[in-house]
């Protein structure tokens, strides 16, 4: 099973689908994860009922963190911003399928802080908790 997951990964890695800018957009957000050098941006669509239409990241950095990007764009698209609020990084470990050690973790989770950071309105992704 694990084996399954790690070909995810690279899978979307190598191949993303939801790589790209939106612009117009409604939501944005950026940041980074210096510990790896991991970059992620990402850019929603909303609807008039708060629902996320459009969603798509870009950056660099390492399989994991662009992965976790692009399964994490991939799982918000329908969902509304009062949802997104309530993701935690379970749900994105859930997503990534694979037990990982702290440091990945920070390029994991990268993608989420970012998500929230512009769901809420944030300043600073200082300010981000990825509790719900
Ligand atoms: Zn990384």
């Not at 991991?38 to 662009?66: K, M, P, W």
């Not at 379970?90 to 970012?114: F, N, Q, T």
């Amino acid at each position: 099973m694990d084996d399954l997951y790690r070909e995810l990964i690279i899978e979307r890695y190598k191949n993303p689908l939801y790589r790209g800018e939106l612009d117009p957009h409604d939501i944005s957000f950026e940041d980074e994860n210096p510990v790896c050098g991991d970059h992620i941006r990402i850019d929603l669509r909303v609807d008039d009922n708060d629902i996320v239409t459009e969603a798509a990241f870009s950056g660099q950095g390492c399989s994991i963190s662009q992965a976790s990007a692009d399964l994490l764009v991939e799982s918000i698209i329908g969902k509304s911003l009062d949802e997104i609020r309530g993701l935690t990084k379970d749900d994105v470990l859930d997503l990534l399928g694979i037990e990982l050690g702290p440091v990945r973790l920070k390029c994991a989770l990268l993608s989420l802080k970012v998500l929230k950071g512009g769901v809420y309105g944030l300043s600073s992704a200082d300010d981000v908790s990825l509790e719900a």
